[in-house]
T-cell receptor, first 111, second 114 residues
Framework: TQLLEQSPQFLSIQEGENLTVYCNSS?????LQWYRQEPGEGPVLLVT?????EVKKLKRLTFQFGDARKDSSLHITAAQPGDTGLYLC???????????FGQGTTLQVKP | DTAVSQTPKYLVTQMGNDKSIKCEQN?????MYWYKQDSKKFLKIMFS???????INETVPNRFSPKSPDKAHLNLHINSLELGDSAVYFC?????????????FGAGTRLSVL
């Protein structure tokens, strides 16, 4: 069974602080996606990383895919209250066609 | 226009009842999914249909029966509802054969079984 361990599960920080969310697995994925979910809404894709070692930036968000394509991280610089939400990593297995989700990280950024 | 829409958004019902959730996508995707998100926000796949054909069926009680009348619709019927069925159910769709398998989610249906 493929699993994605996401940490931390909860994070409460002050505006302006930096943070990193981690996703780890013993399985190799063909791609790793990060979604953000707002209350009462479905997850919305932020980014997809495909190549081992790949780094993608989305304004203050930096996403990295591990060299072995088993892990990923999301780093947010100078967090803002608007970053508050649930962040989900999801690994795609080309063998099964499934998207395996991590447990999610609930981020609260206080002004 | 909403890409993936599901109805109803909220569903409150008594234990033992039968209920359905409907989902429609206008993205032209061939693959549709049902996910269940529990109280701890963990999102788990239940079913996947590709062009009306069932391709993923996780270990889900057979009280749950998906139905796809055409590739733009995937409905979920639940018989004999139990307390443990309370959760948020998400419909999603994606384009097949895509290495990334990017999925587009509906807004969710919050099911409360009393």
């Amino acid at each position: 069974t493929q699993l994605l361990e996401q940490s931390p599960q909860f994070l409460s920080i002050q505006e302006g602080e930096n943070l990193t969310v981690y996703c780890n697995s013993s399985s190799v994925f063909s791609s790793l996606q990060w979604y953000r979910q707002e209350p009462g809404e479905g997850p919305v894709l932020l980014v997809t990383v495909v190549t081992g070692g790949e780094v993608k930036k989305l304004k203050r968000l930096t996403f990295q895919f591990g060299d072995a394509r088993k892990d990923s991280s999301l780093h947010i610089t100078a967090a803002q209250p608007g970053d508050t939400g649930l962040y989900l990593c999801a690994g795609h297995s080309s063998n099964t066609g499934k998207l395996i989700f991590g447990q999610g990280t609930t981020l609260q950024v206080k002004p | 226009d909403t890409a993936v829409s599901q109805t109803p958004k909220y569903l409150v019902t008594q234990m033992g009842n039968d209920k359905s959730i409907k989902c429609e996508q206008n993205l032209g995707h061939d693959t549709m999914y049902w996910y269940k998100q529990d109280s701890k926000k963990f999102l788990k796949i239940m079913f996947s249909y590709n062009n009306k054909e069932l391709i993923i069926n996780e270990t889900v009680p057979n009280r749950f029966s998906p139905k796809s009348p055409d590739k733009a619709h995937l409905n979920l019927h639940i018989n004999s509802l139990e307390l443990g069925d309370s959760a948020v159910y998400f419909c999603a769709s994606s384009r097949p054969g895509q290495r990334k398998n990017i999925q587009y989610f509906g807004a969710g249906t919050r099911l409360s079984v009393l």
